[in-house]
């Protein structure tokens, strides 16, 4: 009984310390593997897409993490294929309807700035009573009378006004035309960015669920050898050392299951906001992504790619030309117009007893002074045009950094997952040669959980690489702008 006590005792005190003994553990060489030690898992930053009303004031949203669920909660588990979640998110996420509405407000501005150049036509129609006084000196010895009236008429005309010439309103709608165009590029962006974040998001759990699965394997072999450390012990084969840290080894792989388990829950909530799913659906995953290399293409192909595809550059570039045309129409305003006011209708006493009447004016309009209110005008439009200027050259040299960077880290995470899934074999290996050893008692139990822990750092270290890959390979066709032309040929997917 003492002896009992005396161990659960101990077994606390080093349960207690496991964490200070982990950190000193990463102090070590690199050469060994860190012995129990778990990441602390990354607070929530309330800064980012926060929902705390005390961040209210500094929080950024990101519009394409969010969406507008449409689909009602559906009973039990629905399966999803990752071209599946794409559609979903295409048609909720919050990014492409802000980006529609911003369209349909820019297809709006260009109406009104057409409007300027097309003719106005109203129709009027009033029925007027009048009391008519005369002049007050000298009507009585004119014999007038005093008040003439009252008088009852009816009007109907139509009045028509026509800009003839007006350059400034017509380098406006240019200028409006341009923005529109770049408008409905930066919305075709937008399904660029959906289709990342959406896949993304998607690969992200399917990594998670691999390492829930890896931490499940790693769990029951800990429990097998707690089990069999007991054993030994009991037999007074191994010392009680090997039983308690064969003890520690098992709680600690599954505390990284819990963690792991909880962030398979919280990626899954994350996919739901992005793709349009309600908060409570229950959903499986159908595409297992594997191992599979990206469709070869030579760098300097890829940048010719992004330069034609980039609908982001071709708006920057429509925008650019749109600053142009405003230029030119601030200044087109020192330069005369020439309007028509034509005015027809029919006026008396009755419908049946009425007089043919008509207007027709025209009119030439030069500004000469202004006080300074063109010259404002045009200088203002001038540094807009050298800001958009300076935006599209920047976001020239960020598409090729873009790609560039991308292709760098393809070809990385390609020599990672390489390099781990040899390291998998050769942990693999060393845990059956560990195991042999410690058959024949040419091993203790350290080295044993060491090959076990070597095992599950190498499998780690190749969901991680897996996930890099095909992240980086999100990341090309994004940076190409192809994202969702090329989804299917560069993730594949069974």
């Not at 191994?238 to 299951?257: G, K, Y």
């Not at 020239?396 to 990672?416: C, K, N």
């Amino acid at each position: 009984m003492n002896k009992a006590i005396w161990f659960r005792s101990f077994l606390s005190i080093v349960l207690l310390f496991a964490p200070q003994a982990s950190t000193l553990c990463l102090a070590q060489s690199t050469n060994e593997y860190p012995a129990n030690s778990i990441p602390t898992p990354r607070p929530f930053d309330p800064s980012t897409n926060s929902t705390n009303p005390s961040a209210a004031a500094t929080q950024v949203l990101n519009p394409f993490l969010g969406s507008v669920p449409e689909e009602r909660l559906q009973p039990g588990s629905r399966s999803i294929s990752l071209i599946q979640g794409v559609q979903l998110a295409l048609r909720s996420n919050l990014g492409v309807i802000d980006t529609q509405l911003q369209d349909t407000s820019q297809r709006a501005a260009r109406q009104r700035a057409l409007s300027e150049l097309l003719p106005h036509l109203y129709a009027t129609a009033s029925q007027s009573y009048a009391l008519v006084s005369t002049i007050p000196s000298g009507g009585r010895q004119l014999a007038l009378p005093y008040i003439v009236g009252p008088l009852s008429y009816q009007t109907v005309n139509v009045e028509l006004s026509q800009n003839v010439f007006d350059a400034a309103a017509t380098l406006q709608l240019q200028s409006a035309t341009r923005e529109s165009q770049a408008s409905a590029m930066r919305n075709l962006d937008s399904r660029n960015v959906v289709v990342l974040a959406a896949a993304s998001a998607y690969i992200a759990i399917t990594a998670t669920e691999s390492g829930v699965r890896a931490d499940s394997a790693a769990l029951l072999s800990a429990q097998t050898l707690e089990t069999l450390m007991r054993d030994r012990v009991d037999r007074n084969v191994s010392p009680q050392i090997d039983f308690i840290r064969a003890a520690v080894a098992e709680r600690t792989t599954e505390q990284r299951l819990s963690l792991a388990q909880i962030q398979l829950a919280k990626d899954k909530l994350a996919l739901t906001r992005i793709v349009g799913l309600s908060l409570g659906q229950q959903f499986t995953l159908s595409t297992e992504l594997r191992y599979q290399e990206a469709p070869e293409e030579d760098l300097d192909q890829l940048l010719v790619v992004a330069r034609a595809n980039r609908d982001d550059l071709k708006a920057a570039a429509r925008t650019q030309d749109a600053a142009n045309s405003a230029v030119k129409a601030a200044s087109a305003r020192r330069l005369p117009t020439v309007s028509v006011l034509a005015d027809f209708g029919g006026t008396g006493i009755t419908p049946a007893h009425g007089y043919n009447t008509y207007d027709v004016v025209g009119t030439i309009r030069m500004p000469l002074f202004t006080g300074g209110e063109i010259a404002a005008d045009v200088m203002d439009a001038r540094a807009t045009r050298a800001r958009r200027t300076a935006e599209y050259r920047d976001l020239d040299a960020r598409v090729e950094y873009d790609v560039r960077s991308a292709y760098l880290d393809l070809q990385g995470a390609r020599i990672s997952v390489s390099v781990a899934s040899q390291n998998l074999d050769l942990a693999k290996e060393g845990l059956k040669e560990a195991q042999d050893r410690f058959d024949v008692g040419l091993a203790n139990a350290l080295e044993l959980m060491q090959a076990q822990q070597a095992i599950a750092e190498a499998e780690n270290n190749y969901i991680s690489s897996l996930y890099a890959h095909n992240l980086a390979k999100l990341m090309l066709i994004r940076s190409t702008g192809t994202a969702e032309r090329d989804l299917q040929a560069y993730m594949g997917g069974s």
